[in-house]
């Protein structure tokens, strides 16, 4: 298994890998850059990766530019694109552009390591969300549409 991590900061690379090798002992082949410009260097000479771990704000681009790039140039390749977002709207943009999953920086490292587990063992991760509660019943809505106070 050959991974790619992308990211800009140094102990982000360290603990990824380490949680690549805790997954995959000395089995994967763990490549990592810091930087889109050389990612895209890397890539034109070598694109041949199980899985890629992109950060989505490096020092010199953004990480959707760079995922939507490496989806179109490379549709096969498994992107999952890590943040340090955990809003429903970034996930769901992710997925769009092709990733396969999303991982928010502020995950616990129980569900972090689990999660990379799935990617790594072929599957798809998105974390979950509470899409809300329950409607109120129509009759707490006024004629606007709007709820209307209690009275």
Known sequence: ????????????????????????????????????????????????????????????????????????????????????????SDVINAIDLGAVGFLSKRSSIPTLRQALGLLIEGGVYVPPFDLGTPLPSASSWGSTGLRSSPS
């Not at 800009?8 to 995959?24: E, Q, T």
């Not at 694109?81 to 809003?87: F, I």
């Open 1 to 88: 298994m050959r991974i790619l991590i992308v990211d800009d900061h140094p102990l982000a690379l360290i603990a990824w890998s380490a949680m690549v090798r805790d997954h995959c002992g000395d089995t994967a082949e763990i490549i990592t850059l810091t930087s889109a410009g050389g990612l895209r260097q890397r890539l034109a000479d070598d694109h041949d990766f199980d899985l890629m771990l992109l950060d989505s704000q490096l020092w010199d681009g953004n990480g959707l530019a760079l995922l939507k790039e490496c989806h179109r140039r490379f549709p096969d390749m498994r992107i999952v694109l890590v943040s340090e977002s955990d809003q429903f």
